[in-house]
């Protein structure tokens, strides 16, 4: 049974750093995507980046140069490095995995999703 557990989150001020945590059991693959994805209140869920098997990572847009994903594979764990954070930040944010079925990770390549943890940024 493939298991996928954040931790982390919580409320900071603006400017703030958070580290998010997912522990992921019972998932092997030889080729794989890890992601970060964050839902903003009233919006659809959306990617924040993804880690490929290869150590291929990449971040959005918008939160290029403030975040960073990072993963322990010793200890099966994936990480999201939150810097600067801003308000826009605020979310649920869920770490997920799945089989790599392209030459890059893609939203449908995730099959296996975390129950999330709130990140709340006030000013």
């Known amino acids: 049974q493939v298991q996928l557990i954040e931790s982390g989150g919580g409320s900071v001020k603006a400017g703030g750093t958070l580290r998010l945590s997912c522990a992921i059991s019972?998932?092997?693959?030889?080729?794989?995507?890890l992601g970060w994805f964050r839902q903003a209140p009233g919006k659809q869920r959306e990617t924040v980046g993804t880690?490929?098997?290869?150590?291929?990572?990449t971040l959005a847009d918008s939160w290029k140069g403030r975040f960073s994903i990072t993963k322990d594979a010793a200890k099966n764990t994936l990480y999201l490095q939150m810097n600067s954070l801003q308000r826009e930040d605020t979310g649920i944010y869920y770490c997920?995995?799945?089989?790599?079925?392209?030459?890059?990770?893609?939203?449908?390549?995730?099959?296996?999703w975390g129950q999330g943890t709130q990140v709340t940024v006030s000013s």
């Open positions: 019972g998932y092997k693959a030889s080729r794989y995507c």
């Open positions: 880690t490929a098997f290869l150590g291929i990572t």
């Open positions: 997920a995995a799945g089989d790599q079925l392209g030459p890059t990770c893609r939203s449908a390549d995730f099959s296996y």
